[in-house]
């Protein structure tokens, strides 16, 4: 049996495949305004497992999936057998004999590896608390669209260094763009992937001016992700200082784009004048969510479609 190809984070794939990706992500999203039907997967399933809420990864997803023919099937933890002790592993041997993709939105990224590992089709991370490479995936796409190439561009983080901002570290190394890390002190980006980054890649520190100096995006999240809700009143009062405001985005580019992968609590990481100001394309980005993925699905299925 052939290996499948797994998408469980942002380094998974090289430079080409990106290119590759954003390329069949503008066709489809072209094909998908113009009423065009396309769909390559009639009578393909994808199971979605949940472990976490969502609104975005859920719908993107499952319209993604009807968008090119297929199914997508929706299972919680509360309510299937992982929630009761049933093994990852043995997960993944009956979901892969079932189904023909299967996207996972877990805590530890351990659990998406195991699940991977005995999986006979492709795994997708839907988010883990270390990695969301299809919110990068779509970010990045964005960027694409309003600016052109990310290439040799920079881009801002503000805020905590969690799972979106370490998959915006390695899309940086990958795609070759500077990432500028503001974060209160205690909240700092761990990297994880063994990798090193030059100062040419990745400025890590705790002024969000310093950060934003230069950028040609900045971007942030909530202060208290999902897992982290006891720690919500400790963060709430560490982060203060360090909320996107117009007076930080003074500080960036006057081009410079604003993003936020959403939901996003108004008044706490992000001022109103921002997120609803003409800088944020926080809409596009969300959108995006369900072009690049329906791209990145028809990747690990088909291969390098280019019709
Ligand atoms: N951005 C994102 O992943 O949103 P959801 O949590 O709603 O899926
Ligand atoms: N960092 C956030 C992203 C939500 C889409 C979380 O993990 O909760």
Excluded at 40 to 56: C, D
Excluded at 202 to 221: R, S
Excluded at 228 to 236: D, V
């Amino acid at each position: 049996m052939t290996q499948p190809r797994h998408y469980l984070q942002f380094s998974d794939l090289d430079k080409n495949a990106y290119r590759h990706l954003f390329q069949r992500s503008a066709v489809l999203k072209r094909r998908q305004s113009a009423g065009e039907l396309y769909r390559p997967l009639v009578g393909k399933v994808m199971s979605m497992v949940f472990e976490k809420n969502s609104t975005r990864t859920r719908v993107s997803f499952e319209a993604g999936m009807a968008q090119l023919g297929g199914h997508a099937m929706f299972l919680d933890t509360k309510t299937s057998q992982m929630g009761r002790g049933e093994p990852v592993e043995d997960t993944a041997r009956v979901l892969s004999r079932m189904s023909d993709i299967i996207m996972i939105r877990t805590f530890e990224q351990t659990l998406v590896e195991r699940l991977a590992a005995h999986s006979r089709v492709p795994v997708i991370n839907g988010l883990t608390n270390e990695y969301h490479p299809c919110q990068i995936l779509a970010d990045i796409f964005t960027f694409i669209e309003h600016r052109g190439p990310i290439e040799g561009k920079t881009v801002a983080w503000v805020g905590d260094g969690n799972n979106v901002c370490r998959t915006w570290l390695q899309a940086a190394r990958v795609l070759g763009f500077r990432l500028k890390v503001a974060t209160p002190v205690g909240y700092a980006l761990t990297v994880l992937d063994g990798h090193e980054y030059g100062p040419d890649v990745f400025e890590a520190g705790h002024d969000p001016e310093a950060a934003v100096a230069d950028a040609d995006l900045v971007t942030t999240d909530v202060f208290t992700s999902m897992g982290f809700e006891g720690e919500f009143a400790a963060r709430l009062k560490a982060f203060e200082g360090f909320q996107v405001n117009a007076a930080l985005m003074a500080k960036a580019r006057p081009d410079a784009l604003f993003m936020h992968c959403l939901p996003a609590h108004r008044g706490e990481e992000v001022a109103a004048e921002v997120i609803d100001g003409p800088q944020s394309v926080v809409w596009d980005e969300a959108e995006n969510r369900m072009h690049v993925q329906k791209a990145l699905i028809e990747y690990l299925l088909l291969g390098s479609v280019n019709h």
